[in-house]
């Protein structure tokens, strides 16, 4: 059974700093190309980032590019996203997103942890 887990997501402060992780459990990570999306209230669910499967090609959202940056630990089976100088806009459900690098319609969800930036 595949299993996508968040954690590290919490209130900060703007201009703060949040790291959120993901623990992927049940595949074979290192064939999966992994990114972060978010979702905020009212809004429909956004890439922020995303990472290829083995050399770390990594793109990002205009919205977050020189903020945020995406790393995966293939030993681990775990991804990062490092979010500094967080606006109030940041705030959303950051949900760990997970497809095959070959058979494309397989793809997971982690079930989201929440990131929230107000003073």
């Known amino acids: 059974q595949v299993q996508l887990v968040e954690s590290g997501g919490g209130l900060v402060e703007p201009g703060g700093s949040l790291r959120v992780s993901c623990a992927a459990s049940g595949l074979t990570f290192s064939r999966y190309r992994m990114s972060w999306y978010r979702q905020a209230p009212g809004k429909e669910r956004e890439l922020v980032a995303s990472i290829a499967d083995t050399d770390d090609f990594a793109n990002y959202a205009d919205s977050v590019k020189g903020r945020f940056a995406i790393s995966r630990d293939n030993a681990r089976s775990t991804v990062h996203l490092q979010m500094s100088y967080l606006k109030p806009g940041d705030t959303a459900v950051y949900y760990c997103?997970?497809?095959?690098?070959?058979?494309?319609?397989?793809?997971?969800w982690g079930q989201g942890t929440q990131v929230t930036v107000s003073s």
């Open positions: 997103h997970a497809r095959h690098k070959a058979l494309t319609n397989v793809a997971y």
